[in-house]
């Protein structure tokens, strides 16, 4: 049996969103990338879990001066995790 998870996460960067979003992907690869049963192969040939994303909000922190300082960007990922209800249900997964 799987079951999508979501999880959310907030990417920090001092140069902009798009690298703030990526900083928190990488997080979740990181940190929930061996968990996920649907998998893809990527360029390298190596299989990477498969994640949704959605952007969430953007924002920034300013400096004293009214410069920027910080960007955010909070996602929203979502995937697949296997779970294990029963020996039988496991080794038919692994069957396939």
């Not at 992907?25 to 049963?37: M, N």
């Not at 990527?42 to 922190?61: C, H, L, Q, Y």
């Not at 300013?62 to 020996?87: A, C, M, W």
Request: charge should be positive; hydrophobic fraction near 40%.
């Amino acid at each position: 049996m799987s079951v999508c998870q979501e999880i959310q996460l907030t990417g920090v960067s001092s140069q902009s969103w798009e690298r703030a979003a990526a900083v928190a992907i990488k997080r979740a690869l990181e940190s929930f990338g061996d968990h996920c049963i649907m998998r893809r192969v990527n360029e390298s040939g190596i299989p990477a879990p498969r994640f949704t994303t959605e952007v969430v909000k953007f924002d920034i922190t300013l400096k004293d001066n009214g410069e920027i300082d910080r960007y955010r960007t909070t996602v929203k990922v979502s995937f697949l995790q296997v779970v294990h209800s029963s020996p039988n249900l496991e080794a038919a997964s692994l069957r396939r």
